[in-house]
Structures are given as structure tokens and as C-alpha cells.
């Protein structure tokens, strides 16, 4: 892991990016988050990520799923992460059981099941009203309240 290089994510999406599906995916053993999206070279619109596993964060892991827009070039908006497990499964890791990060425009977070815990009600908060992120019928085997929507 270099300073100067991309996240070590499992899977990185730098824009370009409009009509994705990932279905039925597992994730697992990933560095830095399960999926890093960033818009630095072009758009990432409607991608959708279900029905899929995430597990095994290691002790490097920030969050589970980072998908940000902010100081980035370009626009990720219309993004779904529904019906998919997420066990980081590591209590050694940075934010051992972190949630997504939803900071594209127009997210939707449904249906999860997270195993660790998940977002305080307040950063789901700023989540929805900075972004328009949308979290429901999530549920949180370790604690968290985000339930905008």
C-alpha cells in the first residue's frame, strides 16, 4: 500500500460507469473496502450491487463499501446496495464494523444484512441531506439506527 497509489479495494470503479449490475458477487479478504467508487474520470451512474457477499475485512479496513463523489471530478448518482450480506467478521480492523459510505447522489441502501453494526442515526442524517441518500429495512445484528428513507 503506497501513498500515492489507489485504494487497495477489492473492486475500484473510477467513472465511466452508467448501467452496471454485480449480482450473486463475493467479496472477501479486501484491503481497504469491498468496493471503491470514485468519479475521477467520468460519471458513475445506476449501478446496482445485490444478492452478494462481503466478508473478511482486514485490520486496514475503513469502510465496507466506499462510494464517494466529493472532491472528485465527476457525479456518481442512482446508485441501489440491496439485499446483500456484509460480515466484516474482524475486530481488529480500523472501523472493525463500519457501514457503507453512501456520499454519491441519490443512493439507496435496502434490505441489508450488516453483521457488525451499523451508521448512528446522525451520519445517516448527513448522509441524506447532503447527498439524498436513502437507508431502510436494513438490519443490524450489532446496533445502528439509519433508517432514513
Excluded at 7 to 25: E, F, K, M, N
Excluded at 48 to 60: C, K, Y
Excluded at 73 to 79: H, K
Amino acid at each position: 500500500q503506497d501513498a500515492g497509489s489507489a485504494h487497495p479495494d477489492c473492486l475500484q470503479i473510477y467513472g465511466g460507469v452508467d448501467g452496471v449490475t454485480i449480482r450473486g458477487a463475493s467479496f472477501h479478504d479486501c484491503e481497504d473496502s469491498f468496493i471503491g467508487a470514485y468519479p475521477d474520470f467520468g460519471d458513475i451512474r445506476n449501478v446496482v450491487v445485490e444478492s452478494s457477499t462481503f466478508r473478511n475485512i482486514t485490520d486496514h479496513t475503513y469502510w465496507l463499501s466506499q462510494w464517494g463523489q466529493e472532491g472528485h471530478s465527476y457525479r456518481c448518482d442512482g446508485i441501489a446496495i440491496r439485499g446483500n450480506t456484509f460480515d466484516p467478521n474482524n475486530p481488529s480492523g480500523l472501523e472493525p464494523y463500519s457501514p457503507l459510505r453512501t456520499e454519491c447522489w441519490n443512493m439507496v441502501v435496502e434490505g441489508n444484512t450488516f453483521l457488525g453494526s451499523g451508521p448512528g442515526q446522525s451520519v445517516c442524517n448527513n448522509w441524506h441531506q447532503a447527498w439524498n441518500a436513502v437507508w431502510r429495512d436494513n438490519t443490524f445484528k450489532r446496533g445502528g439506527a439509519c433508517s432514513t428513507g
